[in-house]
């Protein structure tokens, strides 16, 4: 099984070109179980694969939250793929710890370049810059899928001590000063359409007079403000003048 959490498409693109290539079935989406606050088991007769983005240098910790309320039965074996901008930092070593906990086997931890989507932080790529790094993954996507397809674990990845401070202190330190919602607001673009309501993984976004608030669960997906389609959103200053990313499912991705 595989499962994945996304806020702008890159790890569902990158976890429908795994399902395609294991011939599993179509992923299953975090984001919706996080939702539902459905924390049913996961059933697998093979091992499970959890795509996600890279949240500094970690996996976002709602999935980890998640993970950690959800038991796993059938196939322990657990393999991650994050999607990145650029690193991973030490991801890898947080994984072998929840993995240890829950009782699960760690298979190891894959990353793949995508495009950049922290727009409250960071420039993210124009359409043809973006169109050159999906290119680019590609054959770190199939290698990975080659493993799972073989069920043979990933090589083991080094993150040096600068990735142990990123994926260690840093990490820590960037959810309470960073992380929150306060930062959004809409323009005189926003047309009411309510996407960014449909597309929030954590049902942080709701319309009030046709106009989108903010409550106080968001997780930085930047969903809400790639994927409107006006671009009426803003996120204080960081995101004014910049292009808007997001990912589509690859042709006959989602199955
Ligand atoms: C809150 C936040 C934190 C991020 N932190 C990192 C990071 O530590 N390292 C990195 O290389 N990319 C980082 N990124 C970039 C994303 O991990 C990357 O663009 C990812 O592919 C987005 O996946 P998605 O489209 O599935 O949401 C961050 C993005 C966001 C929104």
Redesign the pocket.
Known sequence: MIL??????????VACCIADYTEDDAPVSLGDRIRAEDCSPIVSPRPVVIV??????RIPRIVEQHLRKTRFEGDRRVYFV????????NAAKPLEKLCRDMGLTFMGLGSV??????I??FDVPNKHRADEIVRHAQPTISTLSHAIAQEQPFPKSAGGALGGI?SGIVNRC?YPL??SARGFRYTEKCNGCGLCEKVCPLDNVYLAGNRPRWSIRC?????CINLCPQGAIEYKKASVGKPRY??APPAGGEK
């Open positions: 994945y959490f996304s806020g702008t498409g890159n790890s569902r693109y996600t983005p890279t949240y500094a240098w994050m999607t990145c901008g650029e690193d991973v930092g370049v995508m495009p950049e989507n922290y409250a932080m990123k960037f960073f992380v997780t930085h997906c930047m969903a997001h990912l």
